[in-house]
């Protein structure tokens, strides 16, 4: 299972961004899906987790400001992230969690990682 992510880039304190997920495998529409992000000197965090459109999670930290959601008919998972703030910088990973029951704010349950996408922001 192969996983690309996009969408980050530069961008001022205030402005938004929009991360996307893509992945080849013919699973992915009934995967879990999460965002983790990893700071500099700083270990991966959790972000943000889907299952169905319905069952979705955030970390405390973006609640409010971040909204994932996907597009099982283009493979897609999205995170769409307004009033970004300097502490959001970070690279931004995504995943699939292949097991519904096991915890989506650990990074251990997640099976297939994508390569990382960068997002800075400007204070």
């Known amino acids: 299972v192969q996983l690309q992510a996009s969408g980050g880039g530069l961008v001022q304190a205030g402005g938004s961004l929009r991360l996307s997920c893509t992945s080849s495998?013919?699973?992915?529409?009934?995967?879990?899906v999460g965002w983790f992000r990893q700071a500099p000197g700083k270990e991966r965090e959790f972000v943000a987790t889907i299952e169905s459109a319905e069952n979705t999670d955030y970390a405390d930290s973006v609640k409010g400001r971040f909204t994932i959601s996907r597009d099982n008919a283009k493979n897609t998972v999205y995170l769409r992230m307004n009033s970004l703030k300097p502490e959001d910088t970070a690279v931004y990973y995504c995943?699939?969690?292949?097991?519904?029951?096991?915890?989506?704010?650990?990074?251990?349950?997640?099976?297939?990682w994508g390569q990382g996408t960068q997002v800075t922001v400007s204070s």
């Open positions: 495998g013919r699973t992915f529409s009934t995967s879990a």
């Open positions: 995943a699939i969690r292949r097991f519904y029951s096991f915890s989506p704010y650990d990074s251990e349950s997640y099976d297939y």
